[in-house]
């Protein structure tokens, strides 16, 4: 059975950085994609970035250049660095992992930036 734990969301200023973590197990975590959703109140979950097994990366327009999605796969840990936040980025952040044709979410993570 996938799980998926993410952590290291928080309160930050306008203009910080966090740095979210997301812990695979029950899954073979080098051959899948994996992504990033968030999910802010009143709106609709969206993609963020998304990463192949291959290691191709794909990031939603409102956050290319701040954002870097990545993967360890020595700790089955993916990650997502974001950086310059503003308050346009408070969400609950989920990433989830495609394995044999199923889709797998984690709990979420809360992104808390203020002005």
């Known amino acids: 059975q996938v799980q998926l734990v993410e952590s290291g969301g928080g309160l930050v200023q306008a203009g910080g950085s966090l740095r979210l973590s997301c812990a695979a197990s029950?899954?073979?975590?080098?051959?899948?994609?994996m992504a990033w959703y968030r999910q802010a109140p009143g709106k609709q979950r969206e993609l963020v970035a998304s990463i192949t097994s291959r290691g191709t990366t794909n990031y939603a327009e409102s956050v290319k250049g701040r954002f870097t999605i990545s993967r360890d796969t020595a700790k089955n840990t993916l990650y997502l660095q974001m950086n310059s936040l503003s308050s346009e980025d408070t969400a609950v952040y989920y990433c989830?992992?495609?394995?044999?044709?199923?889709?797998?979410w984690g709990q979420g993570t809360q992104v808390t930036v203020s002005s």
């Open positions: 029950g899954g073979i975590f080098s051959s899948n994609a």
């Open positions: 989830n992992m495609l394995h044999l044709s199923k889709l797998y």
